[in-house]
């Protein structure tokens, strides 16, 4: 089974890389595909363009052969919508589309587009952030769309929602950027190579 991990990674940080490589680890995932958006519909924008998140990622990925990037949101520019990635996956995957978010994302869930019709055409397997819990993520499923498949470190992904309570990894990309802004250092919060591009091209210095 293949997984799609979607966001703007702007930037990408080792926090997505190893919750990726923990949760193809766990589900004996044959691959976890990157798909950064063009643009989020809860975002106004981005701090870096399209083209350096994109890059940023196919460099912090590069070197695990389990790890691949797609660059189908950003070609089909505009907002990224979820359901209509469920779609064009749902015509060249041989499985339902999986998804990988955190708990952050499933807990808004009512604000995204179709997500009666995303419940139904794809599975999720949701990481726990911070203090969230199983508990929460399957009380706001029941209460707001009614939807009980949730299931609690199932290793075998059938169809529904799989909480994954991995390790909680307390890196983002808003911490990088504000270092950045301030002239600090972001080793280790990053891959090197992610690192040593933004230094390069002088990204998020005059970050809002």
Known sequence: MIALFGGSFDPVHLGHLRIA???????????VIFVPAYLSPLKDSTNASA???LNMLNIATKD??????????????????????????????????TFILGTDSILTFHKWKSPEKLLEIANFIVVGRGKDSF??????????????SIYYNEKSIGN???????RRVDISSTEIR?????????KYLTHHGVEDYILK????????
């Not at 923990?22 to 995932?29: I, T």
């Not at 990037?69 to 499985?95: F, M, N």
């Not at 091209?201 to 809002?208: Q, R, T």
């Open 201 to 208: 091209n002088n990204l998020y210095k005059n970050s809002p």
């Open 160 to 166: 529904g929602v799989y909480f994954f309570d991995s």
């Open 178 to 186: 504000e270092r950045v802004k301030l002239g600090k250092s972001i």
């Open 64 to 97: 695990n052969p389990y790890f691949e990037v797609s660059d189908y949101e950003i070609k089909k520019g505009g907002k990224s919508y979820t359901v209509e990635t469920a779609e064009y996956y749902r015509k060249i995957l041989p499985h339902k589309p």
């Open 135 to 148: 508990k929460m993520v399957s009380h706001y499923l029941k209460k707001m769309f009614n939807y009980d």
């Open 21 to 31: 490589e923990d949760v193809r680890e766990f589900f004996g995932l044959e691959k």
């Open 51 to 53: 083209e350096d998140r």
